[in-house]
Every structure is written in C-alpha cells, then in structure tokens.
C-alpha cells in the first residue's frame, strides 16, 4: 500500500532548526531539538519512535499548537513558501483544516460530542470554504461516503458516541480531507483499532489523500504500518531525527543502532514461545541531556566510547535502496560498509 513516491515532487512543507521547550518546575525539558526537514507533494513520511521521542510535541510545533508549559524557542516552518511561524493566530487558524490538517490519535479528543458530526463537519467545511449549509451538508454527505461510512446521509444526525471507534476515525479523517488540504498529519491514527480496522482506515486514507494530491506525515510506533504506508521514515529518539530514509533502505540497511533496535523490536511471526527483544536502559531525560550521542547508554555499538559519550555526531549521508539515507552516528560509515559487504555476500 506504499504511497506514491514524492520525491520528485514539489516541496510543500519545510522544517529549519525546529525547537521546543517545556519549561517546569523540574527543568526545561527539550522535547524538540533542532529538527530539519522536507516534505514533498504526495509523498508519505514516517515518523517513527518509542513513547516520548518527541513525535506528536513535532507535529504539534508544525501547526503551532503548543500550549503552555510548552513553547517553541526557534525555527521556521515553511507551508508552501510561507513562513507560517511568522504568522499570528487568526492567520493561522485559517490555514490549519485547508492547508495543512490534522488527524489525532483519539478522535473522542477531536469531536465535540454535544454536536452531531453533520454540524462538525459542515462547519468544518463553512469556516474555510464560501458555501451555503446545504450545499456543505451536501458535501459532508459525500465525504462520509468517500471515507466509507453506511448510510452517510441518515448517519449526519449521529453524535460521536454513536459511532464505532473505527467509524470515529473515519470521520476524523473525513474532516481532515474536507478542505483539500496539501499536508495531513496523522499523529497515530490507528492505536485503538484492531489490526483488521487498521488495514482498512490507512487504505481508505491513501486513496482519499491521493486523490486530493496530498502528502501524508504518518506519526507511529507501529514499523508493520511504514513498511506498508510509507516512502520515507524519520527516526526520532530524544527529541532529534537521528535517522532519515527511504523505506526500504532503513529496512534492509539500517544505519542507526537506535533504527536497528527498534527494527528487531518488532514481533515476528512464527516466534510464539520465544524471547521479545527489548532495547535495553532508558531514553535519557529531556531535561537533562548527555553531552555526547543521546543513545549512547543504550548503544550496543557505541557505549562506552569516548567519542560517543562526548560528542554529539554529525549527520552523515549514505547510499541505500531507494536512495540516501542521512544518519546521526559516529559509526554509520562503518555499518554502512558492513551491511554492504553482507548484501554482496548474499548476493553471491
């Protein structure tokens, strides 16, 4: 199910040095640290990482929806050409739901479950498009179908909790669609449905996003769903992208001991009765960063290394399958080489 690759494509969202802090009483906590990056029309990004990676504090930096504590320190994002950080908040509310939407994890946190979804969507389409009520209540008719939903027309008058929370998702991403807008943010939408609901939603989401010339952000843990949504994947660990790749090169040749302990994390089939792999310690703590690689206490590559625990590495850019791959490891030279050894060996 693998998106249309955008690679070729035009750029419609850019990232510079990105930063965001939560201030506490405990510290300042870097959730977001200085990241940088690109995405281009229709192209499907995931962004992948353990719990508190920092994945949805980037997603909502994006869209400038940080709440206190929390605040973005630095950086600009680019939304077509647009420096929408530069913007004040009435302009940004009118770009959030037609440029650049968003589908949360937890749809019952995005719908107001006192008003029917045929008022949420309506109004979703009013607020940024000039239509009269019929002629939206009209559309979010067809775009209840679009998303799969029985009975769109008699299902308008339905409040939240009378959808199933797969159906929930649906109309979430029917909302996000409504507008057409050129980036929708995915911040997890699947977690809490089961693995045939899943399947179905992310189909129906890459027909819909395709078919209004949209690039997708799918933020996850889940490493099943990228190998089959996504073109290019963003490893994130302790708030910084430590890895970037085309699927199928972070896949095969993982450059980042981090990407590859994630990597064999994942449940295989036919394992039942064997060991789970688990990565071994703790992230550090965000407000209390190590001087060196933030993975390097947990790095069976790397712990113990004096350079790794002193100095913080530089991104390094590699071929892979299906393309280059930048990494932020001191040894990333050194396992590209190796993992390419083995690939020719196996050839062979």
Avoid: W
């Amino acid at each position: 199910m693998n998106g249309t690759a955008g690679s070729s494509g035009e750029v419609v969202l850019s990232v510079h040095s990105l930063r965001t802090h939560y201030v506490t009483a405990d510290g300042v906590f870097a959730a977001v640290r200085d990241v940088s990056f690109e995405v281009r029309r229709l192209e499907r990004l995931g962004i992948v990482g353990e719990s508190g990676s920092g994945k949805s504090a980037l997603s909502l930096s994006i869209l400038g929806l940080i709440d206190p504590p929390g605040q973005i320190v630095s950086g600009q994002v680019y939304l077509n050409g647009r420096d929408i950080r530069a913007l004040g908040e009435k302009d940004l509310r009118t770009i959030r739901g037609r440029e650049i939407a968003i589908v949360f994890q937890d749809p019952l946190t995005g719908l107001d479950p006192i008003k029917s979804i045929g008022d949420q969507i309506i109004e979703a389409i009013r607020i940024h498009q000039a239509v009269s009520r019929d002629r939206a209540k009209k559309m979010a008719v067809d775009l209840l179908r679009d998303v799969e939903v029985p009975y769109a027309a008699r299902r308008l008058a339905d409040y939240p909790h009378q959808y199933s929370g797969g159906m929930r998702q649906r109309v979430m991403i029917a909302m996000a669609l409504a507008n057409s807008p050129d980036v929708l943010i995915a911040d997890e939408p699947t977690t809490a449905l089961d693995v045939t609901t899943q399947a179905q939603v992310l189909d129906m989401l890459e027909r819909r996003a395709t078919e209004r010339g949209a690039a997708v952000i799918l933020i996850t843990h889940n490493l099943g769903i990228v190998a089959e949504f996504c073109d290019t994947v963003q490893v994130m660990y302790a708030g910084r992208i430590v890895e970037r790749s085309p699927a199928q090169g972070l896949f095969d040749h993982p450059l980042h001991p981090y990407t590859e302990a994630l990597l064999k994390a994942v449940p295989r089939t036919g394992s039942a009765g064997g060991r789970l792999f688990a990565i071994g310690g703790l992230p550090p703590s965000l407000a209390d960063l190590p001087p060196g690689c933030s993975f390097e206490p947990r790095c069976p590559v790397g712990r113990g290394e004096e350079i790794c625990s002193s100095t913080a590495p530089e991104p390094v850019s590699l071929s892979v399958p299906g393309g280059t791959a930048v990494a932020e490891c001191h040894f990333a030279r050194q396992r590209h080489a190796t993992t390419a050894d083995a690939g020719e060996v196996a050839e062979r």
